[in-house]
């Protein structure tokens, strides 16, 4: 269909099967939204370089239309043509997209802030609370999904005072199950995220070192072609690898199946060939007791404001 080489993961110009998305040139989009016409799997179309006259884009109602051009006027003018025929559009001002940009938005990818947890090993203190940096520790988990590229962000939680600490900062999945296992909450996560979320980052709340870094670091290799469906930081000592993990749609009803304290780790140690480790910025050293939280506090100690004269 097009001769636009993007290296996205499911270079999308093949037509695959199941759902997908199309990247063309300008001159290509007729041929393009025939084959959106033909096909309900094909979920975005995005368009490199307008061409002049807007066709008709009919086929693109209820699907993801990206548009990428440098001028201004031509980009309106397709977006507002889009919209009236109920396509869901996006818009880049740009001759030449890097392709990390146009994977970004061709593949969003969802945040799942794992904060239900009881603390039990923290002698009564729930340790999300405590400070890191003058933040509560979650809001570290919340910033780096945000900033490392998240295109949404939910956090599951169990105790109101997580909720108000979070204070707006995310979206908010309560879990009355919390007690019954790691999986209870994987589970509300994963339901609680919006249909076109392509992956799910997990996060645990109490790696206050992870950071936006290894977070966009990890979402640019899953979008990579050729990657595996799960993409995980390097683990230190002996662990091959440590959470954040990102876990492309297709292995979620395997993981809302899991049961107890079961996590994406159980699923990934059945199935070691779906999974890529890759090496990351910041560490992903968890919080668990009050002397992992004295080590962490004593090597990061907060930075003191510079006085001005």
């Known amino acids: 269909m097009s001769d636009l080489e993007v290296p996205i993961r499911g270079r999308t110009y093949r037509e695959p099967d199941g759902t997908h998305s199309v990247v063309v040139r300008g ?3 007729e041929p393009a939204l025939q084959h959106v016409s033909s096909r309900h799997d094909c979920a ?34 397709f977006a507002e043509a889009a919209i009236k025929v109920g396509a869901d559009v996006e818009w880049i001002r740009s001759a030449r997209p890097s ?14 802030v794992l904060a239900a947890g009881s603390s039990s090993r923290m002698g009564g203190t729930q340790k999300l609370l405590l400070e890191f940096d ?32 979070l204070d707006g900062h995310a979206e908010l999945v309560h879990n009355p199950e919390a007690l019954a296992g790691m999986s209870t909450s994987l589970r509300a996560g994963l339901n609680a995220l919006r249909p076109d979320m392509e992956a799910a980052l997990i996060m645990l709340g109490d790696q206050p070192l992870v950071g936006s870094r290894s977070v966009s670091t990890l979402l640019r290799s899953w979008r990579r072609e050729g990657s595996r469906p799960a993409v995980a930081m390097a683990g230190g000592d002996k662990a091959r690898w440590t959470p954040p993990v990102v876990l492309s749609r297709e292995l979620w009803p395997e993981l ?54």
């Open 134 to 165: 003058g933040r509560p520790m979650v809001r570290h988990a919340v910033e780096a999904a945000s900033e490392g590229g998240c295109h949404q962000i939910v956090v599951v939680y169990a105790s109101d005072d997580i909720k108000q600490a």
């Open 27 to 29: 001159r290509d989009l």
């Open 99 to 112: 392709s990390e940009r146009l994977a970004a938005s061709l593949l969003p990818v969802g945040g799942v």
């Open 256 to 309: 809302e199946a899991l049961e107890g304290d079961s996590g994406a780790r159980q699923l990934l140690e059945r199935h070691p060939e779906l999974l890529d480790v890759v090496p990351a910025q910041g560490r992903p050293d968890d919080i668990d007791t009050a002397d992992d939280y004295a080590k962490i506090v004593r090597l990061f100690p907060r930075k003191r404001p510079t006085r001005r004269t």
């Open 44 to 77: 975005t179309l995005a368009v490199v370089g307008l061409p002049e006259a807007i066709p008709d884009l009919s086929a693109m109602k209820d699907r993801k239309l990206i548009v990428v051009d440098a001028d201004s006027g031509r980009l309106h003018d």
